[in-house]
Antibody, heavy 119, light 109 residues
Framework: QVQLQESGPGLVKPSETLSLTCTVSGDSISSGGYFWSWIRQHPGKGLEWIGNIFYSGSTYYNPSLRSLVIISIDTSKNQFSLKLSSVTAADTAVYYC???????????WGQGTLVTVSS | SYVLTQPPSVSVAPGQTARITCGGNNIGTKSVHWYQQKAGQVPVLVVYDDTDRPSGIPERFSGSNSGNTATLTISRVEAGDEADYYCQVWDSSGDHPYVFGTGTKVTVL
């Protein structure tokens, strides 16, 4: 059974870079066929897809965040990561990592991690 | 980018049927997936590809999709079904391919 777990700082200062890692267990991240995504949810709000990465390193980003986001993958550690630069209070959210196939649904999801942007 | 519109809230009595709509331009031509998110918990897939259920999801959850509206139907609603529900599609024509609906809060009276 595939499981995903987010990790990273829960507090980030404004203008700094938010960095999170998702560790995948139960399957190889490079087994192919899957995209590895980051999704966020602002407090009390809906779900927003941030972007994803294929095991080959190909990335796809939400156009509204593209200039600020970098998603990378480390197949040797079975991990993929999110970097969101120049954060503001508006980036305070629960950040989830999730797996999908192209054009398909997200399953499973990580437990989510709350990141607060505050000085 | 593609927009999915859901009613903010739906209220239903226990044992009755809840219907949650997801509106989008020609959504009937896309595959729609539905997630349940209980308070403080992770979204859980309850219906995929319009009508299919993952293993472990009760038959009370069903989906349909036609024209400009997809619908998630919860039959014989239980107190434990109280949650937020989100629809999701993949819009291959846009540069924002993974789109979520606005979400619907289902309240069990």
């Amino acid at each position: 059974q595939v499981q995903l777990q987010e990790s990273g700082p829960g507090l980030v200062k404004p203008s700094e870079t938010l960095s999170l890692t998702c560790t995948v267990s139960g399957d190889s991240i490079s087994s192919g066929g899957y995209f590895w995504s980051w999704i966020r949810q602002h407090p009390g709000k809906g779900l927003e897809w941030i972007g994803n990465i294929f095991y080959s390193g190909s990335t796809y980003y939400n156009p509204s965040l593209r200039s600020l986001v970098i998603i990378s993958i480390d197949t040797s550690k079975n991990q993929f990561s999110l970097k969101l630069s120049s954060v503001t209070a508006a980036d305070t959210a629960v950040y989830y990592c999730a797996r999908s196939k192209v054009g398909r649904w997200f399953d499973p999801w990580g437990q989510g991690t709350l990141v607060t942007v505050s000085s | 980018s593609y927009v999915l519109t859901q009613p903010p809230s739906v209220s239903v009595a226990p044992g009755q049927t809840a219907r949650i709509t997801c509106g989008g331009n020609n959504i009937g031509t896309k595959s729609v997936h539905w997630y349940q998110q209980k308070a403080g918990q992770v979204p859980v897939l309850v219906v995929y590809d319009d009508t299919d259920r993952p293993s472990g999801i009760p038959e009370r959850f069903s989906g349909s999709n036609s024209g400009n509206t997809a619908t998630l139907t919860i039959s014989r609603v239980e107190a434990g079904d109280e949650a937020d529900y989100y629809c999701q599609v993949w819009d291959s024509s846009g540069d924002h391919p993974y789109v979520f609906g606005t979400g619907t809060k289902v309240t069990v009276l």
